[in-house]
């Protein structure tokens, strides 16, 4: 029998919209505009947003001239992302282990830690692979993912919260190789309505130099903050991960 893939469920949940609520427009645009002002595009850039959600980032990069097509596994996510297409906007739900548009694209770009889902190594060299083989020869891959010694240095184990009017109930553990966070959700007479668990593999710079590697991929520069700030191993909250192909 095939492992149950908790994202599957949990990204169509309205529950998830709920506790997430906050990751808004403004917070998106501003990190996409400080990462354009980085790599510097051509007007009319090709840009792929790999795990793309409801398109939020997607839409900034469009508004502002590139040529954006947007990926995600879940369906629901999709529909409402494709209520913003355009002429220069474009989604589809599509699973990002498996190949999609060849050597098309001049950026690749992967948000918000939207890898290290996935039950094997393989699995994610498959979506690897395809953001990988997405990418024109001089193509560049972007992949913002948590930091995980960030992470482990400002674990909070228990969080209750409630959001308009709904009940949160949140664990967080991990182990060696993964981070862990169970979403309980309570009606007001304590009776258990959902349950969700988030798990999050723990990769380390070097297990991405490894898998870029193993795609033909050299990491150019790694951030630390969606400022751009210099990463830390210890100090920065994010891992963020420029690549490039590698030419022989």
């Known amino acids: 029998m095939a492992l149950k893939e908790w994202f599957r469920e949990w990204f169509s949940s309205p529950y998830y919209d709920l506790l997430y609520y906050k990751r808004n427009e403004q ?16 007007p009319g850039s090709t840009i792929l947003d790999v795990a793309c ?13 590139f040529d954006v097509t947007g990926i995600d596994l879940s369906e629901p996510f999709i529909n409402e992302a494709q209520k913003s297409e355009t002429d220069n906007l474009h989604f589809f739900q599509h699973d990002m282990r498996l190949p999609f548009y060849i050597n098309y694209f ?5 948000f918000f830690t939207s890898f290290g889902y996935f039950h094997t190594r393989r699995e994610h060299d498959d979506a690897m692979r395809t953001m990988v083989q997405s990418l024109k020869s001089t193509g560049i891959l972007v992949i913002d993912y948590l930091n995980t010694h960030y992470v482990e240095d400002h674990f909070v184990p228990t969080e ?31 009776s258990l309505k959902h349950l969700a668990t988030e798990k999050v593999a723990k990769f ?21 903050d969606y400022d751009l700030g210099s990463y830390d191993i210890r100090k920065s909250p994010r891992m963020i991960i420029l690549a ?4 022989h």
């Not at 959600?53 to 502002?64: D, E, Q, T």
């Not at 001049?106 to 992967?110: A, C, G, K, L, S």
């Open 204 to 224: 380390s710079l070097g297990d991405f130099n490894d898998m870029l590697a193993f795609q033909q991929m050299q990491v150019q520069e790694v951030f630390g």
């Open 27 to 42: 917070e998106a645009a501003a990190f996409v505009k400080v990462l354009v002002q980085c790599l510097q595009p051509k």
């Open 160 to 190: 209750e919260t409630e959001i308009f009017n709904v009940h949160f109930h949140i664990t967080r553990w991990h182990n060696e190789e993964h981070f862990f966070k169970q979403i309980q959700i309570r009606d007001a007479d304590g």
């Open 244 to 247: 490039k192909k590698v030419i």
């Open 106 to 110: 001049d950026y690749t770009f992967n």
């Open 53 to 65: 959600g409801k398109g939020r980032h997607s839409k900034v990069l469009a508004s502002l001239g």
